[in-house]
């Protein structure tokens, strides 16, 4: 019973988020895998935490990877 009411709070809280993310210029499915991470991770407090530096942990990684590609092509190609 516990895994349908964390599974509903999640469907609602995703529904919500969903609804009003675009509208404030934030990326829906930034949302989705944040939600999903916390839930993986246990939920609670425990789960919040090892969310959090999980993706942390992910943001870090992206920015690296995308500076390094950037980096090694000719951006000039970028803008025409």
């Known amino acids: 019973m516990d895994l349908l009411r964390r599974s509903?709070?999640?469907a609602l809280l995703f529904g919500?988020?969903?609804r009003f993310?675009?509208?404030a210029g934030l990326i829906t499915w930034a949302g989705a895998a944040g939600c999903t991470t916390y839930f993986a991770?246990?939920?609670?407090?425990?789960g919040a935490v090892k969310a959090a530096f999980s993706n942390a942990?992910?943001?870090f990684?992206?920015?690296?990877?995308?500076r390094l590609a950037l980096k090694?092509?000719?951006?000039?190609?970028?803008?025409?």
Do not use: K
């Open 61 to 66: 990684w992206a920015i690296l990877s995308i």
């Open 72 to 80: 090694s092509v000719d951006s000039s190609c970028l803008w025409r």
């Open 57 to 59: 942990s992910g943001i």
């Open 8 to 10: 509903l709070i999640t």
């Open 16 to 18: 919500i988020w969903s």
């Open 21 to 23: 993310s675009g509208a």
């Open 41 to 46: 991770a246990g939920g609670g407090r425990e």
